[in-house]
């Protein structure tokens, strides 16, 4: 199985900072004959399902806001909010589909400082 | 709009088999472009996917648990399927049913069942 780990496991940050929230797979989710990662993050609410943020490790879902934003390539993966706001408290999880078992990080608690 | 709503048993007894259903609508399950997948969540945990099915007939269940895991397709309903066999209390959770589409990753899913597996 590829295992995916997030770090860190919570982070606190003021309002209209930058969250930044890392995700490393035990191997490559670097598709061969498209060149594109196999990963995608989700935003989960208290109550409720996760919702797709960003998929091809860096396409914005349809209707996300610009200030989340992914990047990295291979084995490391980055979830960026710019401009953190009080609806984005939340726990982030990182997903990489390259492979079954299909397999999540651990999630990342994103709380306001 | 695309929605899916998970509906079974909320309690289940240890060693019985866990049976949920998801009522698609919005789309066909037959539309060649998505596969369906069912997600577990225990309490206060992190996310596990169970398993996936085409309306083909591909399936692909997680070795975690595949000796115990059916899911299935009812194209007439519009409704997928999962059956959990011998269940303990580690299978305690709320069981999410997903579409995936063809990036990939999970984009609709159901706001979840929550079974219990408790004597």
């Known amino acids: 199985d590829i295992v995916m780990t997030q770090s860190p496991d919570s982070l606190a940050v003021s309002l209209g900072e930058r969250a930044t929230i890392n995700c490393k797979s035990s191997?490559?989710?670097?598709?061969?004959?498209?060149?594109?990662?196999?990963l995608a993050w989700y935003q989960q609410k208290p109550g409720q399902p996760p919702k797709l943020l960003i998929y091809?490790?860096?396409f914005r879902e349809s209707g996300v806001p610009d200030r989340f934003s992914g990047s990295g390539s291979g084995t490391d993966f980055t979830l960026t909010i710019s401009r953190l706001q009080a609806a984005d408290v939340a726990v982030y999880y990182c997903?990489?589909?390259?492979?079954?078992?299909?397999?999540f990080g651990q999630g990342t608690r994103v709380e306001i400082k | 709009q695309v929605q899916l709503q998970e509906s079974g048993p909320g309690l289940v007894k240890p060693s019985e088999t866990l049976s949920l259903t998801c009522t698609v609508s919005?789309?066909?399950?037959?539309?060649?472009?998505?596969?369906w997948s069912w997600v577990r969540q225990p309490p206060g945990k992190g996310l596990e996917w169970i398993a996936f099915?085409?309306?083909?007939?591909?399936?692909n269940q997680n070795p975690s648990l595949e000796s115990r895991v059916t899911i299935s397709v009812d194209t007439s309903r519009n409704q997928i399927s999962l059956r959990l066999s011998s269940v303990t209390a580690a299978d305690t959770g709320v069981y999410y049913c997903a579409r995936n589409p063809p990036p990939g990753g999970f984009d609709y899913w159901g706001q979840g069942s929550l079974v219990t597996v408790s004597s």
């Open positions: 997903q990489q589909y390259i492979d079954t078992p299909w397999t």
């Open positions: 099915i085409h309306y083909s007939g591909n399936t």
């Open positions: 191997q490559s989710v670097l598709h061969n004959s498209n060149k594109k990662n196999y």
């Open positions: 919005g789309v066909s399950v037959t539309n060649p472009s998505y596969y």
């Open positions: 091809w490790a860096s």
